[in-house]
């Protein structure tokens, strides 16, 4: 499969918790992009890189969510601390235009 | 600041029938649009885009979507719905900002297409 893969696919903590949660992206894609999407909302943008470098955090990253993209190929999303509210389904894209979306990393904090 | 609208939370349509999902947008400047299908628990799919050229455009499993500029519409259309087509479609529009193209993409709230036999 060439297509964008995260996982895990589900993942259940309980509060105070760190999670992380990892993106392959298509392999000839130099922009990567992480979106949260909570239910009945449409997907929010977090924050992207171009190669290695994040050139955009939204004010939604608090300081306890960081991602990083070391070598420019694969992404993490580290939540800190996990609270009810982190909740969500966390997408990542990647793009040499449009975007294409993996199936996504189900969290659910108790 | 770049924005879409979705004015329906759910549209209702008939197998058969012709379908269309609305979305305007709010955009400075030439507006890059695009439609997102998400089936439940699944990542999105991109179904087809607008950036410049013809206002009818063509995409994917027979969907097409109509660009409107004096009405700021990117109404998603298909002239038969089938029952699979039931999901959860998004528009979206591409932001630009002073240092250029980002390539990120501003979503509305989302519509979800009932497709009944």
């Known amino acids: 499969d060439t297509g964008v893969s995260q996982n895990p696919r589900h993942k259940i903590t309980k509060r105070g918790q760190n999670v992380t949660f990892r993106c392959d992206p298509i392999?000839?894609?130099?922009?990567l992009y992480w979106y949260r999407q909570t239910l009945g909302q449409g997907p929010e943008f977090l924050t992207y890189?171009?190669?290695?470098?994040?050139?955009?955090k939204s004010r939604l990253l608090s300081d306890r969510f960081s991602a990083e993209r070391p070598k420019g190929s694969f992404s993490t999303l580290e939540i800190q601390r996990t609270e009810q509210g982190d909740s969500a389904m966390y997408l990542c894209?990647?793009?040499?235009?449009?975007?294409?979306f993996g199936e996504g990393s189900r969290l659910t904090v108790l | 600041a770049q924005s879409v609208a979705q004015p329906e939370d759910q549209v209702n349509v008939a197998e058969g029938n012709p379908l269309t999902v609305k979305c305007t947008y709010s955009?400075?400047?030439?507006?890059?649009l695009f439609w997102y299908v998400q089936y439940p628990n699944r990542g999105l799919q991109f179904l087809l885009k607008?950036?410049?050229?013809?206002?009818l455009v063509k995409g994917s499993y027979g969907f097409e979507a109509e660009f409107n500029k004096s009405q700021t519409s990117f109404h998603l259309k298909k002239p038969s719905a089938l029952v699979s087509d039931s999901a959860l479609y998004f528009c979206?529009?591409?932001?630009?900002?002073?240092?250029?193209?980002?390539?990120?993409?501003?979503f509305g709230q989302g519509t979800t297409l009932q497709v009944k036999p």
């Open positions: 894209a990647s793009s040499s235009g449009e975007l294409f």
């Open positions: 392999s000839e894609h130099n922009r």
């Open positions: 890189f171009q190669n290695e470098a994040q050139l955009e």
């Open positions: 979206a529009v591409r932001e630009l900002d002073g240092s250029g193209n980002t390539g990120k993409l501003i």
């Open positions: 607008y950036i410049t050229g013809d206002n």
């Open positions: 955009v400075s400047g030439n507006p890059y």
